[in-house]
């Protein structure tokens, strides 16, 4: 979920290992030559979620190991859920709405949040990915007022285990 902290966690896990990271969103508007946000109002949802499971299949071929940070979205295709799920362990770091909005800023670069006040937007979208985002993860961790380093240690740990 965006501002779930994946980007932060993924980054500092991947350097504490010495392996490769990709953010999916930042490969998204690597290879598009636009922000995401930019893409998404230029082509829409349906042309960012192809090239979003594009790369996600993508990074999941790769040999090296490498911790990847999908977008929020990426539960939606099962194409991606597969690939995740056959590529290594999948993490799903959770957090309650408020929390996400207070990590979000103001929403103006993330275009599902729109208009609508934040956190109600943050809350319904969770609704309705829930479910996908339980049924593709591996292991699941609360970051509910935690430290970032406390998080990092729990997703290092559930690595160690798969």
């Known amino acids: 979920m965006m501002g779930s902290g994946k980007s932060t966690v993924g980054r500092l896990v991947a350097a504490r290992h010495s392996v490769g990271f990709a953010d999916t969103d930042d490969e998204i508007a690597a290879a598009a030559g636009h922000s995401v946000a930019a893409l998404w109002a230029d082509r829409g949802e349906q042309a960012f979620r192809d090239l979003e499971a594009a790369q996600v299949a993508r990074l999941a071929e ?7 940070a999908t ?16 590529s290594g362990t999948v993490v799903w770091l959770t957090a309650e709405p408020a929390v996400l909005a207070g990590r979000v800023d103001d929403g103006r670069d993330r275009p599902l949040l729109g208009t609508a006040p934040i ?7 969770l609704a309705v990915r ?32 798969m």
């Open 119 to 125: 956190e109600g937007r943050l809350a319904d979208i």
């Open 71 to 86: 977008g929020g979205g990426a539960v939606l295709r099962d194409g991606s859920v597969v690939a995740m799920r056959g």
């Open 130 to 161: 829930r479910a996908a985002y339980g049924a593709a993860a591996d292991t699941v961790i609360d970051t509910n007022g935690r430290d970032v380093d406390e998080v990092v240690i729990d997703v290092e740990a559930a690595w160690a285990h």
């Open 62 to 68: 790769q040999v090296a190991p490498l911790v990847i």
